[in-house]
Each structure stands twice: as C-alpha cells, then as structure tokens.
C-alpha cells in the first residue's frame, strides 16, 4: 500500500504562487501514473494534471494550461505541482493520486478518481482577491 502526503498549500494572494509536493511512501511509486486532483466546497473532485511514471507524458486541464506544472522526482518518490497566477477561483483542497497501472494520458479515464487507487489526505489552498 501507498501512502501519499501532500504539503505545500496555504494562503496566498491572487497572482501569487504555491508549489505543492506529495511524498509516497510504503513502496516505490516510480511506475505509477501520478496525478493532482482538488476540490471546492460544494463542489466535484476535478482533475487538475498528471505525469506518467518515466515523466515523458503530462496532461492538464484545458483551464489550467500555461499556469500549472507538474513533475516529478522518481529518486525521491515525489510529485510536485507548481501553480503560478493563482485566482481565487483556485481555492480548493489539492489531492495527490497514484495509479499503480501507469495508465497514459491518452486514456480519458486517467483524468477521472476513479483511475487512481491511492490517494492523500490533501493540502488547503486559498486564494485571496
């Protein structure tokens, strides 16, 4: 089993930036597709990007393109998420998700939960206006 903790939220103003981290634990997540998730209050999980296991593939939410990157450093077991000109609207709690299938972003369901069986706790993120 994967244990997965986040850490980097916060509070920050709009235009500001975060870089969030995940840490896996419990075994090597080197082939595993990684994702980010988040969720408002009120609101569905949504998919916000992810990284294949060699880091030769990523995707992103089409409304997130150009502000958001993700990466990952498999010697450390660690996925970052770096967001830069960060809007209120990206208030949210931010997830980390492994997929231990690897599966690549070319498959539509690599951006639902459902792909991902392990998960974080999450870390807050607000954005002030």
């Known amino acids: 089993q994967v244990q997965l903790v986040e850490s980097g939220g916060g509070l920050v103003q709009a235009g500001g930036s975060l870089r969030l981290s995940c840490v896996a634990s419990g075994r090597t997540v080197s082939t595993y597709t990684m994702g980010w998730f988040r969720q408002a209050p009120g609101k569905e999980r949504e998919f916000v990007a992810l990284i294949t296991w060699s880091a030769g593939s990523s995707a992103y939410a089409d409304s997130l393109k150009g502000r958001f990157t993700i990466s990952r450093d498999n010697a450390k077991n660690t996925v970052y998420l770096q967001m830069n000109s960060l809007k209120p609207e990206d208030t949210a709690v931010y997830y980390c998700?492994?997929?231990?299938?690897?599966?690549?972003?070319?498959?539509?369901?690599?951006?639902?939960?459902?792909?991902?069986?392990?998960w974080g706790q999450g870390t807050q993120v607000t954005v002030s206006s």
């Open positions: 998700a492994g997929d231990r299938r690897g599966t690549p972003p070319y498959y539509a369901r690599s951006r639902y939960p459902t792909a991902y069986d392990s």
